[in-house]
């Protein structure tokens, strides 16, 4: 059973910097794609950004220039690089892997942005 375990949210203000973690049980060469997605309370759970298993990206409009997604295989860890935080990036921050029949999740990391 694959486990995703998420780490790095937190409180932070405004204009501020956060790395998030992704830390997967096993090799994530087996997935053929990662993202990360956010819910709000309220709100429906969006993808923020995923990154393949060959490396191409892509971004929700409103993190483009700010988030940076990255994946290290030999750590079997994917990262969200967050830069310029905003009081509507405060979210919960998901980690989401797609395998071959089934997408795997992880519990979830709070990121607060207030001042």
């Known amino acids: 059973q694959v486990q995703l375990v998420e780490s790095g949210g937190g409180l932070v203000q405004p204009g501020g910097t956060l790395r998030l973690s992704c830390a997967a049980s096993?090799?994530?060469?087996?997935?053929?794609?990662m993202a990360w997605y956010r819910q709000a309370p309220g709100k429906q759970r969006e993808l923020v950004a995923a990154?393949?298993?060959?490396?191409?990206?892509n971004y929700e409009n409103s993190v483009k220039g700010r988030f940076t997604i990255s994946r290290d295989n030999a750590k079997n860890t994917l990262y969200l690089h967050m830069n310029d935080l905003k009081p509507d990036d405060t979210a919960v921050y998901y980690c989401?892997?797609?395998?071959?029949?089934?997408?795997?999740w992880g519990q979830g990391t709070q990121v607060t942005v207030s001042s």
């Open positions: 989401k892997a797609t395998g071959f029949l089934t997408d795997y």
């Open positions: 990154i393949t298993k060959a490396g191409s990206t």
């Open positions: 096993g090799s994530i060469l087996a997935f053929s794609a």
